[in-house]
Each structure stands twice: as structure tokens, then as C-alpha cells.
């Protein structure tokens, strides 16, 4: 009984350490708690296994937030949303090719694009479509299939053919988490799938991502971290955020205009 209370103790407190620190690593916690680095490798397997962490080499982070479909996101964090995307904005250039991923961030810059600026959107996500259409200098691509209702986009085996053939200026990508060791990831393995695709086919990559996002990691990966060549990242993300991907060659942006 009392093995059982420390295991529910450690446990609880590793819980208590990924929301206050974003991460944590088997080898702190095993000399905090006084044992072995195998029973804390224990723990976090068991805390991975009930849905409570996601395991990353030497340690473990928080899971990324969880599955709501594209529909319900869009009325989630609405000003957030929109400073990200008017920090987006510079990076694209008249007469590019942009590919626009699922996501309600980026169904957020594809609102905030000017009126007049001429380029050519893809994406696999009607309601990024249906936005673009109020664009009149905007040439759309929509990629087609079986639309996933939670992803709220078409990502299957057709969507993958016909993605296949395009080369991107830059491709905005959506994420379901962001760190530097597990890199982008995404909740769904052939969300994912269709992610790195397009990514990898594209010249560049920029991610926009809000606060909750930063630090954790969902099931399947995307691209490394330093394949990102441009995170913009929240007024409010920690300032330490900056460095450590900079030192990776990645441009960090907050909203809000500053860069590091």
C-alpha cells in the first residue's frame, strides 16, 4: 500500500512539474525523488500510456491540446487568432504560391490578406477556400478528396496524389504541437501524413501557433523543428522561447512586430 502511495505521489507530482515547466527529464526527476531513473522511465511510460504525457527521448512533455474539430476551433481565441496572422502577413509576397494547411489560425491569415495582394492559395480546406474566394487577386487551388471532419480538411490518398505535384513558395503549416526535440506534430497519424508531404515539397515553412501549442507534443510527427524555417509565436510566449530556436537557424516572430 505505502508503494502504491509513492507511485501515485510521483506520479502526481510529475504531472504538476509538465504544467509548471513544459517538460520534464528522467534524470532530474529520478534524483528529486530518490530513485532509480528505470522507475521513473516506469512512470512516465504509465502516465503515457493513460493519455496524461507524451514521451520524448529522456523524458516526457505535456500532450498537445486535444481533439475538437476545425468548425469548433474557428470561434476559439478569436484576437489571438488575428495577431498571429498580422504577424504572418510579411512573409508573403506577391506572385508566390502558398500553401494554406488546415488550421483556424490559418484560416485566420487567409482573412487578413489584403484585398489587392495577387498570389495563387492552395489548400485542402474549404472553409480556407470559401475565405480566399473573397480575395478577388487571389488564384485558388483547392485539393480535393474525402473531407476528415475533425481536421476539417481533405488529407487522404487523393489529396496526398494531387498535392504531390506542387512545389510551394511556402507552405503554412498547421500544427498540433511544437517542440524543439519532437519538432511539429500532429494529433491525427494521416493528418500528419499529408503535413509533411506538402511541407517537404514546399521551398519554406512557417508556423503560427498559439500558447498552448508551445512546448508540447502530439502522437505523430510532422517535421523536425529546424525543417521550420519560421515560427510565429504569441505577444505573451516566454522569452526563453526565442533562444532556443534561433540557436536552430529558426526565425521566431511575436505578435506584435518583434523578432529574435
Known amino acids: 500500500m505505502q508503494t502504491e ?13 509538465l504544467r509548471t515547466s513544459g517538460r520534464v527529464l528522467a ?40 481533439r475538437t474539430t476545425l468548425s469548433q476551433r474557428v470561434g476559439e481565441a478569436p484576437e489571438r487568432k488575428a495577431a498571429l496572422a498580422a504577424a504572418a502577413l510579411p512573409f508573403i509576397a506577391p506572385g508566390m504560391t502558398v500553401f494554406f494547411d488546415a488550421s483556424s489560425t490559418n484560416l485566420a491569415i487567409a482573412q487578413a490578406l489584403p484585398a489587392g495582394l495577387e498570389l495563387t492559395a492552395v489548400t485542402n480546406t474549404p472553409l480556407i477556400a470559401s475565405a480566399l474566394m473573397e480575395k478577388p487577386g487571389v488564384d485558388i487551388i483547392l485539393i480535393g478528396g474525402k473531407i476528415d471532419r475533425l481536421v476539417g480538411a481533405a488529407i487522404g490518398a487523393r489529396a496526398q ?17 511544437v517542440d524543439l526535440d519532437a519538432g511539429l506534430t500532429a494529433i491525427e497519424y494521416e493528418d500528419a501524413e499529408f503535413k509533411r508531404l506538402v ?22 510527427a510532422v517535421i523536425t523543428a529546424q525543417e521550420c524555417k519560421t515560427l510565429i509565436v504569441e505577444h505573451d510566449a ?21 523578432r529574435a
Open 199 to 220: 511541407a517537404r515539397n514546399s521551398a519554406a515553412v512557417l508556423a503560427a501557433v498559439t500558447n498552448d501549442k508551445l512546448g508540447t507534443s502530439a502522437p505523430h
Open 27 to 66: 534524470v532530474d526527476l529520478a534524483q528529486e525523488f530518490n530513485v532509480s531513473e528505470d522507475t521513473v522511465r516506469r512512470d512516465l511510460r504509465e502516465l503515457a500510456a493513460a493519455g496524461l504525457c507524451e514521451r520524448v527521448y529522456g523524458g516526457a512533455l505535456p500532450i498537445a491540446p486535444g
Open 238 to 258: 516566454a522569452r526563453n522561447t526565442a533562444d532556443l530556436y534561433t540557436s536552430q537557424g529558426i526565425t521566431v516572430v511575436y505578435a506584435g512586430g518583434t
Open 5 to 17: 502511495l509513492l507511485l501515485r505521489q510521483r506520479q502526481s507530482l510529475i504531472q504538476d512539474r
Open 161 to 177: 496524389r494531387d498535392v504531390s505535384v506542387l512545389r510551394p513558395d511556402l507552405c503554412i503549416l498547421g500544427v498540433c504541437g
